[in-house]
């Protein structure tokens, strides 16, 4: 078990591009989260995948946003055409459906900043 | 819709005394409930979880928490904390059916003092 990772740790862009970030999530876990957080604030949900289904998605994510895990293991998250207000913390987590609710396990997230 | 609320921002505790973060929820029902550590820089570790059964849960580092059902609380405590134990502490519920989405509370920040 090595954990959830992601990448890049940080990002720093200029208003206007695209970004893009990875999550790999514990081997055996077939549901990804992404999270975001600002300044002061706890994290918010974005949205959640179970294996390569995307199941719910949060009135925050944007048309500029979107997120796909194609094979079932390691999801990206896309932000096109950058603002300012997009500069956060970007969350990932995982967890196994094993029938009952399981634990979130959250990776060091990547830290988002818009210039 | 589920929410969560940690009435304190920023608690300051001297090295060695009890410690107690405030966290109450609404929700229909009872939900799951997470108590998330998050250091300067670092993702969330989970420090504790109620899902049913016993209301004291005890977690990682020393802590634990009571579940409330009357006063829909979940607050956490430590006997004697350390200085290691300055980090923002987050609530966290999720419903108890479908997924397990988590709505956070908005953290409290402990400093400890010597």
């Known amino acids: 078990d090595t954990g959830v990772s992601q990448d890049p740790r940080h990002k720093i862009t200029k208003r206007g591009q695209n970004v893009t970030f990875r999550c790999d999530p514990i081997?055996?876990?077939?549901?990804l989260y992404w999270y975001r957080q600002t300044l002061g604030q706890g994290p918010e949900f974005l949205t959640y995948f179970q294996n390569e289904a995307q199941l719910e998605k949060s009135r925050l994510l944007s048309d500029r946003f979107s997120a796909e895990r194609p094979k079932g293991s390691f999801s990206t998250l896309e932000i096109q055409r950058t603002e300012q207000g997009d500069s956060a913390m970007y969350l990932c987590?995982?967890?196994?459906?094993?029938?009952?609710?399981?634990?979130?396990?959250f990776g060091p997230g990547t830290r988002l900043t818009v210039l | 819709a589920q929410s969560v609320t940690q009435p304190d921002i920023h608690i300051t505790v001297s090295e060695g005394a009890s410690l107690e973060l405030r966290c109450n929820y609404s929700y229909g029902a009872t939900p799951y409930l997470f108590w998330y550590v998050q250091s300067p820089g670092q993702g969330l570790q989970l420090l504790l979880k109620?899902?049913?059964?016993?209301?004291l849960v005890q977690g990682i580092k020393g802590f634990e928490a009571e579940f409330k059902r009357s006063q829909s609380s979940f607050n956490l405590r430590k006997p004697s904390v350390h200085w290691s134990d300055a980090a923002e502490y987050f609530c966290a519920v999720a419903p108890n059916f479908g997924n397990e989405k988590l709505t956070f509370g908005t953290g409290t920040r402990l400093t400890i003092i010597p």
């Open positions: 109620y899902f049913s059964g016993d209301t």
């Open positions: 081997s055996e876990h077939n549901r």
């Open positions: 987590a995982s967890s196994s459906v094993a029938g009952v609710v399981d634990t979130q396990y």
